[in-house]
């Protein structure tokens, strides 16, 4: 089991920067994949970023491509998304999510076996 909670969520400008962190409960935190989805008022929870057990690859959805990093840090439980060059289109509660195991696929939120409550980002234009 594995309890995931989101920080760092909050207002700001178009093109400014912000990071978001995800702390994780657990002993084999090192042994799941992790994920970044958001979801915007009215559309579909969507990929952002995903990074592998060991960290040694990630994913990104192309809106977010270069402007956005996913990290972890498996010593302290924590996963994080910095997000820079922000849009307005950005705008989305943002949430963390696992899959245990790490099977290699990333890309859709039934993969995943553990979210977060979720984190709102607003950026305004």
């Known amino acids: 089991q594995v309890q995931l909670v989101e920080s760092g969520g909050g207002l700001v400008q178009g093109g400014d920067s912000l990071r978001l962190s995800c702390a994780a409960s657990?002993?084999?935190?090192?042994?799941?994949?992790m994920g970044w989805f958001r979801q915007a008022p009215g559309k579909e929870r969507e990929f952002v970023a995903a990074?592998?057990?060991?960290?040694?690859?990630?994913v990104y959805a192309d809106s977010v491509k270069g402007r956005f990093t996913i990290s972890r840090d498996n010593a302290n439980n924590t996963v994080s998304l910095q997000m820079s060059s922000l849009k307005a289109e950005d705008t989305a509660v943002y949430y963390c999510?696992?899959?245990?195991?790490?099977?290699?696929?990333?890309?859709?939120?039934?993969?995943?076996?553990?979210w977060g409550q979720g984190t709102q980002v607003t950026v305004s234009s």
């Open positions: 999510a696992a899959q245990r195991g790490d099977r290699g696929t990333y890309y859709y939120a039934y993969e995943y076996d553990y």
């Open positions: 657990g002993r084999t935190f090192s042994k799941y994949a």
């Open positions: 990074i592998t057990w060991s960290g040694r690859s990630t």
